[in-house]
């Protein structure tokens, strides 16, 4: 399985930007999807965007229109871009890859992500 390492969280104050990178231990090329996810205090993991080996994009309504996802298969990594933070996207935020059809099987250790108010 890919090894994935997140960076880039922090604090940051509402309405801010904040950017994350997602590096894979080997090329990405050929893996079928990568997805970022989130996880706040109490609350289970919920998806925030998805970006298909074929570049399609997904995103979570909750996230529409702030936050942009893309990769650098030359670089081996995946992105999230995050703008207009509220409070409520604080979590730990983690990058995922999907290398055989069903769930995604490879997740990074996570990288916080505090927006104050």
């Known amino acids: 399985q890919v090894q994935l390492v997140e960076s880039g969280g922090g604090l940051v104050q509402a309405v801010g930007s904040l950017g994350l990178s997602c590096v894979a231990s080997?090329?990405?090329?050929?893996?079928?999807?990568m997805a970022w996810y989130r996880q706040a205090p109490g609350k289970q993991r919920e998806w925030v965007a998805t970006?298909?080996?074929?570049?399609?994009?997904a995103y979570a309504d909750s996230v529409k229109g702030r936050f942009t996802i893309s990769r650098d298969i030359a670089k081996n990594t995946m992105y999230l871009q995050m703008n207009g933070l509220k409070p409520e996207d604080t979590a730990i935020y983690f990058c995922?890859?999907?290398?055989?059809?069903?769930?995604?099987?490879?997740w990074g250790q996570g990288t916080q992500v505090t927006v104050s108010s």
């Open positions: 080997r090329s990405i090329l050929r893996i079928r999807a």
């Open positions: 995922a890859a999907q290398e055989t059809p069903g769930a995604f099987g490879s």
């Open positions: 970006i298909t080996g074929g570049a399609d994009i």
